[in-house]
């Protein structure tokens, strides 16, 4: 059963404060690693699955992708994403990705950002993506780190010395785990590496790039304290090829 987070109140007004909401791929600091996984996007027929406020909805437009859908479960992100949207290259719909059928063979791109580790059952939505894409399409995605979504308390400890020591717990007890981030009892997917390989070369995706994701020292001279972020990597970053 979808939770659904992002309709409820609480965890909507959080989110729609947060810097990537306010300024949308600039306030993500992994798009530019995200970004340089994507393929050549114009004339492409893209599907961002999750997409939120819509925001590389629009970017690939701007960049001459010929159509994109964007698929979410919530109700919130839709209304949001539509308001900020007036191109009829774009079109959004409301599905949930456990349950999304798409047409055979209809997209040169699949993306995602930061929603798949919303989804319990990965292996079913890889494969409908790999019938969906063209063959030579790319599926790219980004989740949260599997480190970051084991441990049964996420969140930094004072180690000795000062340092801070992220806690790591459960991390080949895949399934379900409750958090409070943004609001209490938030459900995410925790999955190994292994498993998310695993998944994409079952759904017969070849797998073209694998990154964990840190700031660059760039990024940390901008924002020195992003520098904590080079303890663990937050994200896992993946291209794959049908
Ligand atoms: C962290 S937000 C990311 C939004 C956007 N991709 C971005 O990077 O700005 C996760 C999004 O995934 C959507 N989502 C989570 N579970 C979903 C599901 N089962 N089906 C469809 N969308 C889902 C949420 O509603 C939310 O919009």
Redesign the pocket.
Known sequence: M?Q?I?DDPTFYQA?RRLD?SVQGLGG?PEWPALQALLPDVRRARIV??????G??CRWAREKGAASVLG????EN?LAQARSMTADPGISYEK????R?QLPVGSFDVAY????LH??ENLGRLFEQINRATVSGGRLVFSVEHPLFTAPSCPDWIGGAGGRCVWPLDGYLSEGPRSTDWLAKGVIKQHRTIATYLNLLIAAKFTILHVEEWGPTPEQITTHPSWALERERPAFLLISAQR
């Open positions: 979808t659904n992002y989110y990537r993500a961002d699955l999750g997409c939120g406020f925001w590389v698929v979410d479960v919530s992100m599905a949930d990705l456990e999304l995602s950002s930061l929603a919303y989804v």
